[in-house]
């Protein structure tokens, strides 16, 4: 391939990485620190291990299953006094609720609207239970884009209730939308944006907590892997008191391409 034919290909292929739905295995190691969170505006730490498989069902139907296993470092909600006194008040550690999010999605050109939905789980699987809602919680997802030239463009919606679970616990009633917007430039740079907005249906006051914020991407081969770093900052102007003032976001992403039934020179014209 030419030069011009390479940087198309590596396009093709980052902008793949960025759709939820794409053709690609994606390992991603997200990390989560967020600032002033809690009544004492403590430092909350959060990373989200969240593999993404595609399956492909037939011709015309891919199945992407994406799998969130979060882990916490949750900080006391002790007030100061009790923290400055001799017993301390350490923050928890440990597993959070895991998620299954799976979308049946048809194949689509990239100059077409990409599409996929289907049903997401919320598995009470919080260790110890503090740490998570104790409910087991299911719902739908969605997730819609474009990809006109070097922008990646859309929107990733989902709704959790709670079915069954810890009694004397609150009922899940979660929304979620998240749009996302990648900008791609040269060697594999990109500028992102990909603010989490949650409502959390139940809670008193306050329901949403809206992040407003970007950062950049870089995407890369080191000795043969494909893998993408980024970094991103949020500012919630929109939130709870038990929500986070800012949360910088720092994801590391390992990445294989599905080679079936790719069609080289169709996705060196359809990046242009």
Do not use: H
Not at 84 to 95: M, R
Not at 113 to 132: K, V
Request: glycine letters at 8%; proline letters at 10%; one cysteine or more.
């Amino acid at each position: 391939m030419t030069p011009e034919q390479q940087q198309a290909l590596q396009l093709a292929i980052i902008k793949t990485s960025q759709n939820p739905v794409g053709n690609i295995t994606v390992f991603p190691f997200q990390n989560n620190f967020n600032y002033g969170y809690g009544r004492y505006a403590r430092l909350q730490y959060n990373l989200n291990v969240q593999p993404v498989f595609p399956i492909m069902l037939s011709q015309n139907w891919n199945l992407i299953a994406r799998t969130i296993i979060p882990v916490l470092n949750q900080p006391s909600s002790s007030p100061p006094s009790v923290c400055a006194s001799p017993y301390g008040c350490p923050s928890t550690f440990g597993l959070s609720d895991t998620q299954e999010q799976l979308f049946f999605a048809p194949k689509a050109k990239p100059d077409e609207l990409i599409w996929g939905a289907g049903p997401i789980f919320q598995f009470p699987t919080a260790t110890p239970n503090t740490l998570g809602s104790g409910k087991w919680s299911a719902g739908p997802d969605a997730v819609a884009l474009v990809m006109p030239g070097k922008w990646v463009l859309g929107t990733l919606v989902t709704q959790l209730w709670s079915f069954a679970g810890i009694p004397n616990r609150p009922d899940v009633n979660a929304f979620l939308v998240q749009p996302f917007i990648n900008y791609n430039l040269k060697g594999g740079w990109a500028i992102s944006s990909a603010p989490i907005m949650t409502a959390n249906w139940v809670l008193p006051g306050t329901k949403w907590t809206v992040p407003l914020g970007g950062g950049i991407a870089k995407t890369f081969k080191d000795e043969g892997q494909l893998m993408s770093v980024s970094v991103l900052y949020y500012t919630n102007v929109v939130r709870p008191l038990a929500a986070p003032q800012t949360t910088l976001r720092v994801s590391w992403s390992l990445l294989w391409p599905v080679k079936r039934g790719i069609d080289i020179q169709q996705l060196i014209q359809e990046a242009k």
